[in-house]
């Protein structure tokens, strides 16, 4: 089925920012889609060798893991708590809590480099999205 834009609305122009922007070998998972608000959503794809994708449903990415590398997507289904989150890598670590509700800004972590910290974590349903170079762990305590 294909989503139609409401009446009177131009289509975006702004380029959006990439899920996944690596040079080398990249193996991980990231959310695509969540914050689209009804629009059709479209991939780009450029690379200079061979690549594999698979698009699944939020609904069969695995329960919020203690620790990691890489990039991930959990579910978290609990109450609010807080989070502690460590990462040992160089580059960018981030933790998004993608919710049901509109207009959240479900940025929980975004520095640089090596990191520990806790966070505040909203009852679930919610899906928890980590961008990491690095290993991570994850306590919801």
């Known amino acids: 089925m294909r989503s139609q834009r409401p009446p009177n609305r131009e289509p975006s122009t702004a380029r959006p920012q990439p899920q996944v922007d690596t040079i080398g070998v990249y193996t991980g998972t990231t959310e695509y889609g969540s914050s689209s608000m009804g629009d ?13 994708l698979t698009i699944a449903p939020v609904s ?21 708590r807080k989070i502690t989150a460590t990462h040992d890598g160089s580059s960018n670590f981030s933790l998004i809590e993608e919710t ?16 520990s910290g806790t966070v505040p974590l909203s009852s679930g349903p919610s ?15």
């Open 100 to 115: 049901r509700e509109a207009f959240t800004m479900g940025l929980l972590v975004n520095e640089i480099g090596a990191d």
């Open 127 to 141: 899906a928890i999205v980590v961008s990491a170079d690095g290993n991570w762990t994850l306590l919801a305590e």
């Open 40 to 52: 059709g959503t479209t991939l780009q794809i450029t690379a200079d060798g061979n690549w594999s």
């Open 60 to 80: 069969a990415a695995p329960g919020l893991a203690a620790s990691g590398a890489g990039d991930g997507v959990f579910l978290y289904d609990g109450s609010a």
